[in-house]
């Protein structure tokens, strides 16, 4: 079993502020992705990142790979009631099998 | 196109009770994996399956089984159900490139044990 733990569990942030989420695991992973998931819905892709010590930005979110491939992290910037959501790291090993972070809870208050 | 699609939505059964859960792929998409989620956690991966064979197997008890027909729909079964198998349960069909692959999810089938 391949564990990714992700902190924190959960965030509840006012409009405009920084966050940052962790996710940290003693597996190496061929990719590491981000998703986001929304009430009622399943969990849709943000990013991938293969290289480890990767850096990739998404408009407000940066999302980092670990140059070990084993962590990663995910900033958001002016955080927007619309970030509102459970964020999930996932680790893909070799067989294109995906391991799923324990979640991070983001609430964003206008 | 059609994204994920899964069936049912919602469902109660009782404990003992068994279940059938039903999952369509995206089309062109040989690869379907199944993961459970309890509320506020990740998912936890059950089953993944590529043209019909079973390619990895979670840490499930033997009370969960799959299977992928030749179009590529699968259907989770759950035998004996407990509480805790209260949970929702997602579908993902996965398009793979030479370096990484890509989930995309149904909206699952919530399955509530009484």
């Known amino acids: 079993t391949q564990l990714l733990e992700q902190s924190p569990q959960f965030l509840s942030i006012q409009e405009g502020e920084n966050l940052t989420v962790y996710c940290n695991s003693s597996?190496?992973?061929?990719?590491l992705q981000w998703y986001r998931q929304e009430p009622g819905e399943g969990p849709v892709l943000l990013v991938t990142?293969?290289?480890?010590?990767e850096v990739k930005k998404l408009k407000r979110l940066t999302f980092q790979f670990g140059d070990a491939r084993k962590d990663s992290s995910l900033h958001i910037t002016a955080a927007q009631p619309g970030d509102t959501g459970l964020y999930l790291c996932?680790?893909?090993?070799?067989?294109?099998?995906?391991?799923f972070g324990t979640g991070t809870s983001l609430t964003v208050i206008p | 196109d059609a994204g994920v699609t899964q069936s049912p939505t919602h469902l109660i059964k009782t404990r003992g009770q068994h279940v059938t859960l039903r999952c369509s792929p995206i089309?062109?998409?040989?690869?379907v994996s199944w993961y459970q989620q309890v509320l506020g956690q990740g998912p936890q991966f059950i089953f993944q399956?590529?043209?019909?064979?079973?390619?990895g197997r979670g840490n499930f008890p033997d009370r969960f089984s799959a299977r992928q027909f030749p179009n590529y729909s699968s259907e989770l079964n759950v035998n004996a159900l407990l509480l805790g198998d209260s949970a929702l349960y997602l579908c993902a069909s996965l398009t793979a490139t030479k370096n990484t692959g890509e989930l995309f999810f149904g909206e699952g089938s919530r399955l509530t044990v009484l």
């Open positions: 399956y590529y043209e019909k064979e079973e390619r």
């Open positions: 089309s062109g998409h040989k690869s």
């Open positions: 597996s190496v992973f061929s990719s």
């Open positions: 996932a680790g893909e090993d070799t067989g294109n099998q995906f391991y």
């Open positions: 990142v293969v290289t480890g010590g």
